[in-house]
């Protein structure tokens, strides 16, 4: 293949036609019973069967995935896909990877295929899916860790809930390298996300130079920064700041990274579905952990060390924010051993609601 | 090709896990680019900080979004991710894929750029990481030609997401995919020419359930839910009981309404009081299927953290028929992006401008009555307005 | 009685004496027993006993008040306690006045001669106690609605509910005349809240002459008065304003009242103990109903319905706000059958956590 | 005197519930001032609107509160309501009283002012109801003569308040009534002669029941509490049974930690995962009793909704002990004072200053460790802020 040339490009180029119809990427037993299925069963964490109204059968083998795939390494996939499943395959919304098939002994062909290519089955019913994450130091400007990175360490280390072991609920990790959040790690049952914690240094002589001051002032959400006319560049009002980094994006010589003091939080309790308790936010439970790559091993024990007094403690069915409702989170403090500090107690715009305004609570 | 040592990385290829290390390097054995993004990335985790500039705008003809801009900071010691742009592709509603139709992509992806993805990104897009400015064009028509095409990015309609729906679930109400695709190919415009204040971003799951997180990050969540009764087939709840499931305990006492009860033998549901969370219905799927008219209620706003904290979705309407062509919908969110237009100032979300301009002021501009489904509770401090025509006539 | 001059008031004052040490205050059996209470028994909603680990007993018979009381009143009361209490009497934080005394026999002479005076018992255990209220029409400057009035056509008609009849746990009324609520109705399981709904008209030329500029512009919380000065006045911005009343209070020609617009509204679910579900605030119920004099059948009619509908519907021991915590504030509105309006909406400082973030509810 | 014709106030004479108006026309018969409040009365039935004027500062020599000024705006029509000013006397903490004391007020009232009362005002006061601005001076005289004092109005300390605790109560588990009182004496200064931003009233309680409604009401609540087990005298608890209490329901299933067992004999607590929330032992006082050390929970900032909303009081001091004189809280109460009047703008309560401030700052000035009693759940969105002395040493 050869690099179109601009004359072909325009030529062939189209705009505005979307994504194929997904109809033309269905297994025929998927179209066939579109709308149509009865009930499912789950057989093992990596493996389960849909039944249809019509009595047809899909088995599902799930499999994790890095996200991160080489073309090389989805090739891989696909071929496991025409060999067992007539040439179809899906993505999920964590992440992993399903392969389909009517055929029940093709169950653990599949299975084995993708082990051996490198990919485990697991992820389905009450236990650990995929961490969802972002994009970390592999390529975005703003993160304050890496992402790939903390998830494979942490992923490696409470792998037996993906593959094998079971938890109370489905328990859903979720990673953000920054404070935009893009992994939508507000809601996680457990989520790691990376925080700077200081002030960026503004290098004056390169603002001067590279940057538009007022496209510069009107990037901080918080209104920390103002002009600086005698540096002919700006100043911040640490009182303000919250470290967003959104300075840094548009002006690169306001620099926020920070290797010594940037790290991750970690929050906990947040679900998404409405089921029993509804939809909740993650909060605070660890405000810092220090960047310690390549394993960040910190970080790794203090979500094995909650996920284990969840897994030892919590009912049946009770994701961690119900489990941490029912029981208080000064009990999960006390259970966890997690220190409580001042960055636990809320001093942003809805803190009023966090405080607590009863008599009633545990020693 | 420059050698790295890579240390660092090198632990990350150990264990169980899959290794995203080694999902580099496969790319790296032929693609400069990727082999310079493990040099870097190497350098990252030596040095505990990223080396990358932000973008800028770059992008296709005619498009403003759907391309994200990325430089490395370190051009001179790295070039091979000097420019090292993402692409997002429209990944097709589901994410079912027919093996050939995407093969086609990797393909071009190899020519293109640096071999490497990520399935999925967040938004749900295809995401192919690393290409540079010259590539972007041809790339472009080779990939459109192919019937594919961009996702959004920047101040536009987002790339819309949903759940597997109808397609593998029993419990789908609505037909996400089909309405996710719908909404996407109407809205091509919205997608690819970034016309508003900032991102709006659509996703539709069938049930409650939730399994594509709309309501924690969808500007607008569409989600599937059913007027009528759980029909309960009581021999197969016996079937659960003799295999061991402790009914009282899992399902009747963790309803949330208190609104069913068990006497060892027959399971009843006292329907009117059912709030339609799904718990029972999950947890014994055999046995209990929703009855009745099947709709979808429609929640506004949520969103991440910045700049005033994250918000879930709020309920606005609790009930909405979804037949094709879905023009109710359509109307709905219309008349949303005019108000939302309207009355935001740039970079603000539709969840925060319903906040600071008033839920009132909102529901009358896209004419949805006030209705009691849309508030956990009412409000407590009795500073409330009343326009005059609230005065005039009533009580 | 003659008044002192000012000379003897001189020579008789004294300052920052507070008041007298409640020791003196209190019957010998309490005395004798403070502090070493074992238990209590209520026999009917006027008597109870409190039983000391001495044996010693004490019955109180509480009767109800009007709060507003001649000097005359509370003699005949003092009387009462006189004859059978040794000479004490005491008040409740609700107002209602306890009679006290170590002779069961007493009980119901108390009993028949408070209720000959006027005041019946009532009001202990589960139903309702004394409403609590503020001054109204009868005092104070910023009255939306009379105090006293409203609360004896409620307090007539859901009078069973003092001296008899039960509910499923204690419920709490309350009445505010201003949005100042001084009644702190605001965690009430049922409150009355008079309010203004219009913008205060301005006399300009009494302004000129009668009030600060300043601290008329100052007294506003919602900065929503600024200066007119071509009329040597100020000006009230009508998106801004929430009919609060405070500008009136400082500068009376900017006339707050309106009668034909002043009323009330009607809260619901708030409680203050810590049992069971904690403090809760009182929410909107019904925003509006208009001042109807002297006895206000519209408000009277939606205090009972409301109450009705939570007799018959809630569970033993819970309160308004747990029982529609329980149900659903859907469900309250369709089982009062209250419409449900904008003013409904909070659209206040923290209408965020109001809004419904589930998919979760009752039709 | 003059003969108002009240036909509205007369339909307030009738019906069961003790009759404000049969009040008024009590002091109305020898009072002119009680006779023109009913006048002015009437005329606000029938015009649907108070005529009352704020009052401006009226008081007496040396205090700068107890006295509310309040002035009719037709003092043409109803002069004897020209001046009715309100009285706030300090009522005995608890609101017990020896009748011959209470006599002695009532005896001045009815020569000084127009013999209607409130028993007693929200805030707890004994309010004598209208009174003119010349009988201040002497009816302080007499009052302060006869051992009794003003109490709170104004930007000042309030009249503190209590309920009955130990005098006839079994849960308290402080002396309510001394701490009442004892705070009342102590800062004597503060409750006549205001000097603070704003407002600030104490409400003590001997359990978490509450019954002085300390927590809504209260800028700084005190509420008993204990450290310890709950005592179950099972024979007891066998009593409530055979009375026909359905202990299941209404105690074990009412328990808000779930804490709760009863096998239809023996009621077992998990005393580890009580929260003390009182439910169960005011159902069956004779059964259940708290044992253990005793002691008070602080609370801080309850108000009403002007301006940014009510509030409740927020957990600050998870356990203090309550022994006289009370020193730990004094302590704590002028440092309170002190961070509020440094930080707070005028008409600023405590509650809203620390929302606005921030509970570390008020934390940190107070003295008091950051812990997780003090908050309902932890901070959401990962906007905190770090001082230096965080960053250095720490982790
Ligand atoms: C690629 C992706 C992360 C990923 O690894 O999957 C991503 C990457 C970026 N996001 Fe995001 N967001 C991505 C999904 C999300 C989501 C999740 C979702 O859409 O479901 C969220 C949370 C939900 C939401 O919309 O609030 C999200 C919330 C943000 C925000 C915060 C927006 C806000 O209103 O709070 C920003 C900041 C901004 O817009 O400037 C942001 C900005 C960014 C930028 C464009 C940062 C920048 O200024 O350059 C990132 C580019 C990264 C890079 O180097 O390529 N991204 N971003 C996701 C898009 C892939 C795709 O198209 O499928
Ligand atoms: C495949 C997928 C939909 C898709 O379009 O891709 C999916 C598929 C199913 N989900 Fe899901 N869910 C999927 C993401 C989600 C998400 C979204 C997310 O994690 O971001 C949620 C919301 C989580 C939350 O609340 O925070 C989700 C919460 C559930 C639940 C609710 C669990 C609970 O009790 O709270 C159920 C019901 C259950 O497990 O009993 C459920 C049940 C199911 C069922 C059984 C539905 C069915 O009848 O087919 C499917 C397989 C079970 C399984 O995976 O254990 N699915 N499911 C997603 C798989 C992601 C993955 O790779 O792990
Ligand atoms: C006398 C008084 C204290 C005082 O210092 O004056 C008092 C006295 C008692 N209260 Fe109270 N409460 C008194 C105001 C309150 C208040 C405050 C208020 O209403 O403003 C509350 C809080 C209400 C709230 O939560 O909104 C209050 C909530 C309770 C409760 C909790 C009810 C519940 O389950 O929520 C109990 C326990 C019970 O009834 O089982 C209780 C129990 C009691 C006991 C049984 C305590 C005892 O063992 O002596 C006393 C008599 C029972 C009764 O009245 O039914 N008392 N009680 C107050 C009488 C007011 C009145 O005239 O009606
Ligand atoms: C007399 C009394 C009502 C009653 O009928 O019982 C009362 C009456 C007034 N209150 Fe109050 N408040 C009274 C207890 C309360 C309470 C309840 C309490 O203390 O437990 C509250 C709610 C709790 C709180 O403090 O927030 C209360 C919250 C207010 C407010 C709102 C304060 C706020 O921060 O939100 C104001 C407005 C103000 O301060 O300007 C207010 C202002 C007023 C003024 C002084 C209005 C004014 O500007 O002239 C009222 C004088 C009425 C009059 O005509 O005499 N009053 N006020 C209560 C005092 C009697 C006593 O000393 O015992
Ligand atoms: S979370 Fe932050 S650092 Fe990570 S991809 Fe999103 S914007 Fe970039
Ligand atoms: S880091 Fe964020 S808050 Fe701080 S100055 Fe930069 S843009 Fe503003
Ligand atoms: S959201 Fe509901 S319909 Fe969609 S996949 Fe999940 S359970 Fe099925
Ligand atoms: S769907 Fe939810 S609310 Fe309805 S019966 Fe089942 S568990 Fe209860
Ligand atoms: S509530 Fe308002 S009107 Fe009533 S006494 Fe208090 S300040 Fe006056
Ligand atoms: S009524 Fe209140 S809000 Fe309106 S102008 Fe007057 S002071 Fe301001
Ligand atoms: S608050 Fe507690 S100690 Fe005080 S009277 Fe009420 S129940 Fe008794
Ligand atoms: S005091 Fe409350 S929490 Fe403790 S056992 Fe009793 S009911 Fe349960």
């Not at chain 1, 057989?43 to 039944?51: A, D, L, R, W």
């Not at chain 1, 009023?352 to 020693?363: H, I």
């Not at chain 2, 729906?165 to 415009?189: F, H, P, S, V």
């Not at chain 2, 949805?368 to 005039?392: G, I, M, T, Y």
């Amino acid at each position: 293949m050869a690099w179109l040339t601009e004359q072909e490009a325009k030529a062939k180029r189209k705009t505005d036609i979307g994504p194929p119809h997904y109809s033309k990427m269905l297994p025929p037993v998927i179209s066939k019973n579109y709308g149509k299925w009865k009930y499912h069963e789950v057989f093992t964490p990596g493996t389960m069967v849909h039944v249809a109204e019509s009595g047809d059968k899909v088995y599902t083998v799930r499999v994790a995935s890095p996200r991160i795939l080489a073309t090389e390494s989805i090739r891989a996939m696909l071929d496991i896909a025409d060999k067992y499943c007539d040439g179809y395959i899906r993505w999920t919304t964590r992440n992993n990877v399903e392969f389909m098939t009517t055929r029940e002994e093709n169950v653990p062909l599949i299975k084995k295929a993708a082990e051996d290519a490198g990919y485990p089955a697991g992820g389905i019913g009450s236990g650990l899916s995929n961490m969802v994450h972002t994009q970390g130091w592999v390529h975005c400007h703003s993160a304050a860790a890496d992402a790939s990175g903390l998830v494979k360490a942490i992923m490696d280390e409470v792998y037996p809930y993906f593959t094998e072991k079971k938890l109370p609920a489905k328990t859903r990790l979720a990673l953000a390298c920054c404070v935009n959040m893009c992994g939508a790690v507000h809601c996680s049952d457990l989520a790691v996300v990376a925080i700077h914690r200081k002030v960026p240094e503004i290098n004056h002589d390169l603002v001067k130079n590279m940057c538009e001051i007022p496209t510069t002032i009107g990037a901080c959400p918080t209104r920390a920064i103002s002009p600086d006319p005698a540096k002919k560049s700006v100043k911040i009002n640490p009182d303000k700041c919250m470290y967003c980094g959104n300075c840094f994006t548009v002006c690169p010589p306001i620099d926020i990274h920070r290797p010594e003091e940037d790290g991750v939080a970690i929050v906990v309790g947040g679900k998404v579905g409405s089921l029993r308790k509804g939809p909740m936010f993650s909060k605070l439970a660890i405000p810092y952990i220090k960047n310690n790559p390549p394993r960040w091993p910190e970080v790794v024990s203090a979500v094995k060390n909650i996920l284990e007094t969840y897994a030892n403690d919590a009912r049946k069915h009770e994701r961690i924010g119900e489990w941490i409702d029912r029981i208080g989170w000064e009990s999960f403090f006390k259970k966890t051993g997690i220190e409580f500090t001042y960055q636990h107690i809320d001093d942003f715009t809805f803190a009023r609601d966090t405080f607590r305004t009863s008599a009633a609570f545990k020693w | 090709m420059k050698k790295y040592e890579t240390p660092l990385l090198n632990e990350l290829e150990k264990g169980p896990w899959p290794s995203f290390v080694k999902e580099l390097k496969k790319a790296a054995k032929t693609s400069e680019m990727a082999n310079d993004e493990v040099g870097q990335l190497e350098k990252s985790f030596r040095d505990k900080r990223g080396y990358w500039k932000h973008g800028g705008i770059v992008g296709v003809l005619g498009y403003g979004g759907g391309v994200i801009g990325r430089y490395s900071s370190l051009p001179n010691e790295f070039p091979g991710v000097a420019h090292f742009h993402t692409v997002r592709i429209n990944q097709p509603s589901g994410m079912f894929y027919k093996t050939d139709s995407l093969r086609t992509i990797l393909d071009l992806w190899d020519e293109y750029g640096s071999g490497l993805t990520n399935m999925h990104g967040s938004t749900g897009d295809m995401v192919l990481l690393g290409c540079r400015t010259e590539a972007l064009e041809p790339l472009f028509a080779e990939v459109t030609s192919r019937g594919w095409d961009l996702g959004g990015s920047g101040s536009a309609l987002r790339t819309p997401a949903c759940c597997v729906g109808k397609a593998r679930c029993e419990w789908a109400n609505i037909d996400a995919m089909d309405i996710c695709n719908d909404l996407t190919q109407t809205y091509q415009d919205y997608v690819h020419r970034p016309a508003w204040p900032y991102k709006f971003k659509f996703k539709i799951a069938g049930c409650a359930v939730d399994c594509v997180a709309s309501i924690a990050r969808a500007d607008c969540s569409i989600i599937g839910t059913w007027k009528g009764n759980i029909a309960v087939d009581q021999d197969v709840v016996k079937d659960y009981a003799k295999a061991g499931m402790n009914i009282n305990a899992e399902i009747v006492g963790m309803c949330p309404t208190g609104c069913m009860s068990y006497d060892g033998k027959t399971l009843t549901i006292d329907d009117e009081n059912c709030s339609r969370c799904m718990h029972c219905i999950s947890k014994m799927t055999k046995a209990l299927r929703p009855t009745g008219e099947r709709g979808a209620s429609i929640l506004i706003g949520s969103k991440a953290p910045i700049v005033v904290g994250s918000l879930l979705s709020w309920v606005i309407v609790p009930f909405m028929k979804m037949e094709p062509p879905y023009t109710e919908l359509k109307e709905l969110a219309e008349k949303i992006w005019e108000w939302w237009d309207d009355n935001a100032k740039p970079r603000e979300r539709i969840g925060e401008v319903i906040e600071l301009k008033g839920m009132r002021s909102f529901l009358e501009a896209i004419g949805v009555p006030p209705q009691p489904q849309q508030v956990l509770a009412p409000r407590k401090d009795p500073f409330f307005f009343w326009k005059d025509e609230d005065l005039n006539g009533k009580k």
